[in-house]
C-alpha cells in the first residue's frame, strides 16, 4: 500500500463519525450546489438536539436538506450568499438570513471571518499521486481551505475531474467520508418566444472574437441558439452550463482571440446535466479558476471585447438596476452581476447587457419603473449598466444624460406603459 493509500486509509470516516466532530457553535463554510456534501449533512442533521448555533454558510444552495426546516433553527442557523428555492421561504420567514456581497468578494470575506471550524466539499475520488479534484466548482473553496480548522471531504464517484486550480492533496484533508450520490443536475430552459426576442437582439450585437460572461436561464439560453453562426469567441464567465457543449461543439466558441487564457475556458461553478459533466471531465480547454480572480473587475477587464450578460428584475429610469428583491422581499443575490458588470466598463470594447422581461403578472406591471420599487436594493449602480435590453428593444445606457436615458428606457418599455412612465419623467424633471 502506497503512503497516500495509507494515509487515505487513516483519514477515512463513517458520515456519522464525520457528523461528531462538528460541535455546538461552530461555523461550516460548504461551497455551491453541484460541489456541497450531502451524506454529512444528513448525519449532521440527526445529532439536531445534541447540537446549538451551528452556522453553515452558502452559496446557491441547491438541494433541500433536512436541516433547511425551521425547527432546526436554534440547532444549525444558515447564512446564505445566494437564495435560491430551499431557502428562500426560510429568510423570508426569519429562519434563515442573507448576507450581501458581490461573488468575487466571498473569498476575501472567508479569510478575513472570525471563524471557520470546517469546511466541507464534495470531490472526484484520488489519484495516484494523492490528489481530489473539486469537479465541478472551485469558487471560494480554496480561501476556506486555508482557514478552516477541520476538512471535510466526501469522495463521489460521480463527480468529474476538471482543470484549473481545483486540486487538494489527501495530506491536506483532515476526515474523507465515501459517498454514491448523483450529482444534482440542472436541465437547460424552454426557451419562449419572447426570450428568443431579447436573446436576438444581444446576439447580433455580439462580435466575432468576443469573449462571454452567460449566466443559465431562458434569456441566456436564446443569445446561446443565436450565436451559433459566431467565430472565435470566448469564455470567461463565473458559472458555465450545457450551452457551452452546444457553442463549442458547433465551432463558435474556440478561446482563440482571449486576450487572456487563450485556448481556455475559464469559469468559477458548473450547473448542468450529466452530459455536460461528462464533457467537461478531463477536457483541458476547460479552467475552473477562484471566484475572487474570475470576478475580478480587472481580471475581467483584461479581455478584449469583453461581454457580460445578466438578467435583472426591475430597472427605474434612472438606469438603477434591482436583481434581487421584489420589493421588500429577498429573491436572489448579488452574485457576480456588480463584478462583470463593472469589468466590462474596463475592457477595450466592452459591452454589457441587463436583460429582463418588459411586464410581470401577466402584463398587470411594467418592470421598468419611475423609481425602484421601495425595498429594492440596487444590484448595479447607474454607473456601470450599459445596455438595457426587453422583448421592445435596446436602451442604450452608458454616457448618456439622464434624459436621455430616461427616454431610451421608455422606448423599450411595454407600450401600455409608456404614456405613465413619461409623465412620471416630467415629473421628476427628466424630460
Not at 461553478?269 to 475572487?292: A, Q
Not at 429594492?376 to 438595457?388: E, L
Request: hydrophobic residues 35%; charged residues 20%; contains cysteine.
Amino acid at each position: 500500500m502506497s503512503s497516500v493509500q495509507e494515509m487515505y486509509h487513516d483519514k477515512l470516516v463513517s458520515p456519522e463519525e464525520a457528523a461528531k466532530l462538528i460541535k455546538s457553535g461552530d461555523v461550516i463554510v460548504a461551497p455551491p450546489t453541484s460541489n456541497e456534501p450531502n451524506v454529512l449533512w444528513k448525519a449532521l442533521a440527526d445529532r439536531k438536539d445534541e447540537l446549538e448555533g451551528v452556522v453553515v454558510r452558502q452559496f446557491l444552495p441547491g438541494r433541500k436538506q433536512p436541516h433547511m426546516d425551521p425547527s432546526f433553527v436554534p440547532h444549525i442557523f444558515i447564512e446564505t450568499f445566494f437564495a435560491t428555492n430551499p431557502v428562500r421561504d426560510l429568510i423570508r420567514n426569519g429562519h434563515a438570513t442573507y448576507v450581501p456581497s458581490n461573488f468575487g468578494d466571498i473569498p476575501r470575506i472567508i479569510r478575513q471571518s472570525e471563524r471557520v471550524d470546517v469546511v466541507t466539499f464534495t470531490v472526484s475520488p484520488m489519484d495516484e499521486y494523492g490528489y481530489f479534484n473539486f469537479g465541478l466548482g472551485c469558487d471560494y473553496t480554496p480561501a476556506a481551505i486555508e482557514v478552516a480548522q477541520k476538512i471535510i471531504v466526501e469522495v463521489n464517484p460521480n463527480m468529474p475531474r476538471t482543470g484549473g486550480s481545483n486540486n487538494i492533496h489527501i495530506s491536506k484533508v483532515d476526515f474523507i467520508i465515501e459517498c454514491d450520490v448523483p450529482i444534482i443536475e440542472h436541465q437547460p430552459p424552454e426557451i419562449s418566444k419572447l426570450e428568443e426576442t431579447i436573446g436576438s437582439y444581444i446576439a447580433e450585437r455580439i462580435e466575432d472574437g468576443s469573449t462571454l460572461q452567460i449566466g443559465i436561464g431562458g434569456i441566456p439560453a436564446a443569445v446561446c441558439k443565436f450565436m451559433e453562426h459566431k467565430k472565435d469567441l470566448g469564455i470567461h464567465t463565473e458559472l458555465i452550463s450545457d450551452y457551452l457543449q452546444d457553442l463549442v461543439e458547433c465551432g463558435a466558441v474556440n478561446g482563440s482571440k482571449k486576450s487572456i487564457h487563450k485556448g481556455k475556458a475559464v469559469a468559477t461553478i458548473v450547473l448542468g446535466t450529466r452530459k455536460f459533466f461528462d464533457f467537461l471531465n478531463n477536457n483541458p480547454t476547460i479552467e475552473l479558476m477562484p471566484v475572487d480572480y474570475v470576478n475580478d473587475p480587472y481580471i475581467i477587464g483584461q479581455n478584449h471585447k469583453m461581454v457580460s450578460i445578466n438578467g435583472t428584475i426591475e430597472v427605474d429610469l434612472f438606469g438603477q438596476c434591482a436583481s434581487e428583491n421584489i420589493g421588500t422581499q429577498l429573491w436572489g443575490g448579488t452574485g457576480g452581476q456588480s463584478d462583470f458588470s463593472r469589468g466590462v466598463t474596463i475592457a477595450r470594447g466592452g459591452k454589457g447587457f441587463v436583460v429582463l422581461k418588459s411586464t410581470a403578472k401577466n402584463g398587470a406591471v411594467s418592470k421598468i419603473v419611475p423609481t425602484l420599487t421601495p425595498g429594492a436594493v440596487v444590484t448595479t449602480s447607474r454607473n456601470y449598466v450599459d445596455h438595457v435590453v426587453t422583448e421592445y428593444g435596446v436602451a442604450k445606457l452608458r454616457g448618456k444624460s439622464m434624459r436621455e436615458r430616461a427616454l431610451n428606457l421608455i422606448n423599450i418599455a411595454h407600450p401600455d406603459f409608456r404614456d405613465e412612465l413619461r409623465h412620471s419623467a416630467r415629473q421628476m424633471k427628466l424630460i
